[in-house]
T-cell receptor, first 112, second 114 residues
Framework: KAGVTQTPRYLIKTRGQQVTLSCSPISGHRSVSWYQQTPGQGLQFLFE???????NKGNFPGRFSGRQFSNSRSEMNVSTLELGDSALYLCASADGRNTEAFFGQGTRLTVV | QQQVKQSPQSLIVQKGGISIINCAYENTAFDYFPWYQQFPGKGPALLIAIRPDVSEKKEGRFTISFNKSAKQFSLHIMDSQPGDSATYFCAASQGGGSNYKLTFGKGTLLTVNP
């Protein structure tokens, strides 16, 4: 079974631009969560989608948004990028029956 | 508000020794406590997890000890190996299988010297 796939692996963007990151969950998994990882703040929860509906949301500004498609693939979007948005963005998938969440390798976003 | 506190920040252990990482939580509604292992350039990988209805869970060289009254849990790595050198994160969530919001500790960088 293929794992969680995140694309692209690396991105460099300029302040003020917007960016879209993609996550393909493990086949059969309907829950996709997004996390931001930085050296200072660690791993912080952004939001979680289940069957195309956002079920949970973390404490991030409205510039961070996401969506999930009918095939469970998910995208997250960050608008008006700031230098502080530079981070590793991780996606995790779960099947909705068990509790285990499995992470992808992440997308490394650098804002310059 | 840091709901899961992890210590130590870094740990150096000799090969064959025992590595111990501790976490404390505040939210008594948490009912699932996983540990993740992360290597540089990789995403976190689920190592072992426990629910509050048991006090200990062992999988190979890895053991979680859980103290519900103290709201603390810890990871013990027996016979630590250089390949165990990684960052370890404790986490907690509530709601069982219907809630995948994980609250993470800040992480412990483990170095196992050969």
């Amino acid at each position: 079974k293929a794992g969680v796939t995140q694309t692209p692996r690396y991105l460099i963007k300029t302040r003020g631009q917007q960016v879209t990151l993609s996550c393909s969950p493990i086949s059969g998994h309907r829950s996709v969560s997004w996390y931001q990882q930085t050296p200072g703040q660690g791993l912080q929860f952004l939001f979680e989608y289940f069957s195309e509906t956002q079920r949970n949301k973390g404490n991030f500004p409205g510039r961070f948004s996401g969506r999930q498609f009918s095939n469970s693939r998910s995208e997250m979007n960050v608008s008006t990028l700031e230098l502080g948005d530079s981070a590793l963005y991780l996606c995790a998938s779960a099947d909705g029956r068990n509790t285990e969440a499995f992470f992808g390798q992440g997308t490394r976003l650098t804002v310059v | 508000q840091q709901q899961v506190k992890q210590s130590p920040q870094s740990l150096i252990v000799q090969k064959g020794g025992i590595s111990i990482i501790n976490c404390a939580y505040e939210n008594t509604a948490f009912d699932y406590f996983p540990w993740y292992q992360q290597f540089p350039g990789k995403g976190p990988a689920l190592l072992i997890a426990i629910r509050p209805d048991v006090s200990e869970k062992k999988e190979g060289r890895f053991t979680i000890s859980f103290n519900k009254s103290a709201k603390q849990f810890s990871l013990h790595i027996m016979d630590s190996q250089p390949g165990d050198s990684a960052t370890y994160f404790c986490a907690a969530s509530q709601g069982g299988g219907s809630n995948y919001k994980l609250t993470f500790g800040k992480g412990t960088l483990l170095t196992v010297n050969p």
